[in-house]
């Protein structure tokens, strides 16, 4: 359906003053919301790899998560009830210590693309505070700690344990930041990790699945 293909490629190029109406056209002319939603993770995931591989950067990638954005505003009405879409709702913070959320927001925007409804808690955010918003909100499948500083890797540590203490269940956590490294998530006992926005979309959908 070339209305839907319009549509990921508004997304892949970030045109968001264009993208409500290319939805809509596709909707109009048949296409189903979750299709429509598909087509855009889709782009998103494009623009991932894109950016992981070093051929776009922050701002490329900030432009299509937008569009994406009001792409999503479009059908979302349309979407509400239908859970098949979502993945469920993930819980994003910068640890304790930390104030640092341009990464953090830019992972935010990538796992929300990938299907997820985002609890975005912030900076500078206790590790209790994590275990409460889990609590608080429906169907929290994943937690995600960012940590950009040295300085801030034990409150990333103590974030991971305080959930996994907590008792929560069917709620995996990711980690990611600057000084996280694969054997650092392992041992303070995340169950993923993501070196940048693109890839904590790909783990996410892996740590849900």
């Given amino acids: 359906m070339s209305k839907i293909q319009d549509v990921k490629e508004l997304v892949e190029t970030g045109k968001s003053k264009m993208i409500g109406l290319a939805v809509q056209e596709a909707l109009d002319a048949g296409g189903q919301p979750a299709e429509i939603l598909q087509a855009m993770v889709d782009s998103m995931s494009v623009v991932g790899?894109?950016?992981s591989a070093?051929?776009?950067f922050v701002p490329e990638?900030?432009?299509?998560?937008?569009?994406?954005?009001?792409g999503v505003d479009v059908i979302r009405p349309l979407m509400a009830?239908?859970?098949?879409?979502?993945?469920?709702?993930?819980?994003i913070g910068t640890v304790a210590g930390d104030l640092h959320d341009i990464g953090k927001n830019l992972v935010s925007m990538m796992i929300e693309s990938a299907g997820f409804t985002m609890v975005d808690l912030g900076v500078d955010v206790p590790a209790a505070r994590f275990v409460e918003a889990a609590k608080e909100n429906e169907k929290v499948?994943?937690?995600?700690?960012?940590?950009?500083?040295?300085t801030t890797m034990p409150a990333l540590k103590e974030a991971v344990q305080t959930i996994k203490a907590s008792g929560?269940?069917?709620?995996?956590?990711?980690?990611?930041?600057?000084p996280v490294t694969p054997e650092f998530a392992a041992e303070i006992g995340a169950d993923g990790y993501a070196a940048d926005a693109g890839s904590a979309a790909v783990k996410a959908k892996e740590l849900v699945r």
């Fill in 61 to 70: 990638m900030l432009i299509a998560a937008k569009a994406m954005s009001k």
């Fill in 49 to 51: 790899d894109k950016f």
């Fill in 54 to 56: 070093g051929d776009i």
């Fill in 168 to 178: 929560l269940t069917g709620c995996k956590v990711i980690v990611g930041g600057a």
């Fill in 141 to 150: 499948t994943l937690i995600a700690c960012s940590g950009l500083l040295t």
């Fill in 81 to 91: 009830g239908d859970t098949s879409a979502s993945l469920g709702t993930c819980v």
